[in-house]
């Protein structure tokens, strides 16, 4: 870091160096720390969700601007983005989806309810696999802002 820190020309950018450096040295120090506590898979599923529910603000930001521009092709694409993350949010869990059936609302736009048909991405025990079917409704209802009564996960 601090041979960084020296090749940089203008001393102002030296705290952003510092601040990404210390990121890079915290998370070379706790990988092995989270693989031994056997929780490495964790960190990056969160991660990997997190940037999921961005996309999805922005994509929900960019329908709203879009508002008089509603047509079909528009609301087709969105539905199209919105079952690609759904799929994403499922493989996030170790699963596969193998068939979603997603009933918007009368926008086009919302979510009403969500069917899906998933499997075991790989050999799991019926107990992981429902575990995981749970977990996955419950973030897909948090992500989406619809009721679990709503969601059906079928493994």
Known sequence: MTILIHLIPDSRFAKYVRFYAGLLIFFMIMMPILEFLGTEGEL???LRLEFLKEDYYDLETAAE????LRNDQIMEAFQEELTRQISEVVEAYGLQMVSAEIVFGEDGYSIEAV?????????????KIADAAVR???EIAGLYLISTVNIHVID
């Open 115 to 127: 069917s899906l048909d998933v499997e075991a991405a790989d050999e799991e025990s019926e107990e």
């Open 65 to 68: 601007g879009l508002a008089d």
């Open 44 to 46: 990056e599923r969160y």
């Open 136 to 138: 996955a409704e419950n």
